[in-house]
């Protein structure tokens, strides 16, 4: 008696693709593939296996935490790319250097993270998108943008709006404040989250955001909340002398305290001790970073140029260069002129990009479908990252930008459209026995070098079973031969 098996199961966060559904991803990617050609752009592929070098420099915290890693045989630490904009980058840098600019090029690919399953959210799902290397110029960031917006057009999807923002302006200030890399990184990753939370209206959601943040932020001793006294006096003395020299003589008093303890290393904690001291000093101005940010996110949606208006007011009140919101003006107006429908399309600074190499201009679009469920709206994000590819090892830095689509979102959005249903030009069907059979063979060979889909009846059916046949295939045309 042969042993019986257990059904082998997928795996969670993965996707099997029916007939019915891969016709309509197909159709989806043809839509794009047209709207990309019709732009300038020319398709690239890129591995799905990198190294983890290529993802640990710049894409953040955020996603590094959700990478599929591994060593490979030869023991380098390699990952399942977990979006496909930094094997551009790489390969930019490697092969197309000499390229002329603008340099136009799309891409269709798997990318894998370790997310939580959930409606319109995989482990392993399908980016389609653009990278455009070489401009710095508004125009092509609303060049970019409104290919976005075709697309969606041209898909027939109409419950869409997109949102654009310009995270160099936080960037900016970041800078000004000499915010640490820590703070710095931590606040780029929750920015991002600030559209998922889920709140009656902006201004809960702003409370509910300053107020996690805040929290987040003094878990890993940053606190922006204003040092104790003791705290004050004990930071004066501190920077009354030499950094190293005050870990010096912390690491001597903790060996004093554990003598011959070689489970501690008193210069590392000694260090870390110090830090965590003069990290008080930068309360000030991690408080005041919040204090801008949420100002610049609470600012009232509207015709664009009153929000950008605003927006210049609050960034000169901050002492920033007005640079930023200048260029969102011009792009406003590219964007005019390319005829983007502004009832679909607003400015908007309460949101943020995970990735954390975007530099300037980031946009989403977002689908309002019960398909995606209430947390998982975007179907496309993108911006500016002008530091990405001197980041990864390019000789001089190249502006760049693009976005990409998640094809899976998309398809769960049309689900409810019927896609085509001849899947067959002609369906061949013999009546009769061996000859008859034989006769259909012949034709079918035929019909299918001339490009057409055919198929052919099983040998031995009745005409009813033949007609119902093809009408499973979907073929256009029945051919009866017998």
Not at 86 to 114: C, D, I, Q, W
Not at 242 to 262: H, N
Not at 329 to 348: A, F, H, I, P, T
Not at 365 to 379: C, E, Y
Request: aromatic share 8%; hydrophobic share 40%; net charge negative.
């Amino acid at each position: 008696m042969s042993e019986k098996y257990d059904a082998v199961q997928k795996l969670a966060g993965t996707r099997d693709v029916t007939p019915g559904e891969y016709a309509l991803r197909q159709r989806v990617w043809q839509t794009m593939l047209t709207a990309f050609e019709a732009y300038g752009y020319r398709g690239v592929e890129v591995p799905t296996i990198e190294q983890m070098e290529l993802h640990l420099r710049k894409s953040g915290d955020a996603i590094r935490q959700h990478m599929y890693h591994f060593k490979d045989q030869g023991q380098k630490e390699v990952c399942l790319r977990p979006e496909l904009t930094a094997s551009v980058a790489r390969m930019y840098n490697a092969n197309l250097t000499s390229e002329p600019k603008p340099l136009k090029l799309f891409y269709l690919g798997s990318a894998f993270r370790y997310d939580r399953p959930q409606t319109g959210r995989y482990r392993e799902f399908t980016q389609a998108g653009v990278e455009l290397i070489g401009p710095a110029t508004p125009d092509y960031d609303a060049e970019v943008i409104s290919l976005a917006c075709r697309i969606m057009d041209d898909l027939g999807i109409e419950s869409y709006s997109v949102v654009i923002g310009n995270i160099g302006i936080v960037l900016e200030l970041l800078e000004k404040k000499n915010i640490e890399d820590r703070a710095k990184n931590y606040l780029m990753e929750k920015l991002e989250n600030f559209s998922k939370i889920d709140a009656p209206n902006k201004a809960e959601a702003l409370r509910l955001w300053i107020s996690e943040t805040t929290a987040g932020l003094s878990t890993i001793g940053m606190s922006p909340a204003e040092p104790s006294d003791e705290r004050k006096e004990l930071l004066a003395i501190v920077q009354k002398k030499p950094e190293e020299d005050i870990t010096k003589l912390v690491a001597w008093v903790l060996q004093a305290i554990y003598p011959g303890d070689r489970s501690i290393d008193a210069t590392e904690i000694a260090r870390n001790l110090v830090a965590k001291i003069l990290r008080s000093e930068q309360a000030k101005d991690i408080s005041e970073t919040l204090e801008f940010i949420g100002r610049l996110m609470s600012l009232e949606e509207g015709e664009p140029a009153a929000v950008l208006q605003r927006a210049s007011d609050l960034v000169s009140e901050f002492g920033l260069d007005t640079a930023r919101i200048e260029e969102l003006s011009q792009m406003v107006e590219y964007l005019d002129l390319l005829g983007v429908d502004w009832n679909k399309v607003r400015v908007d600074f309460a949101f943020g990009r995970g990735l954390q190499y975007y530099t300037g201009i980031i946009f989403e679009i977002h689908v309002d479908s019960p398909a995606l469920g209430r947390s998982q709206k975007q179907v496309c994000g993108g911006g500016r990252y002008d530091s990405l590819i001197a980041d990864l090892g390019g000789e001089k830095s190249v502006p760049a930008l693009g976005f990409s689509f998640g094809l899976e979102r998309l398809t769960l959005c049309m689900e409810k459209r019927e896609a085509d249903g001849c899947h067959l030009d002609a369906f061949v069907a013999p009546i009769g026995g061996e000859m008859e059979f034989r006769s259909a063979l012949s034709f079918l060979s035929s019909v299918r070098a001339r490009g057409l889909r055919a198929d052919v009846g099983v040998k031995g059916m009745r005409p009813r079973e033949l007609a119902g046949m093809a009408k499973r295939l979907g073929a256009r045309y029945t051919v009866f031969i017998g």
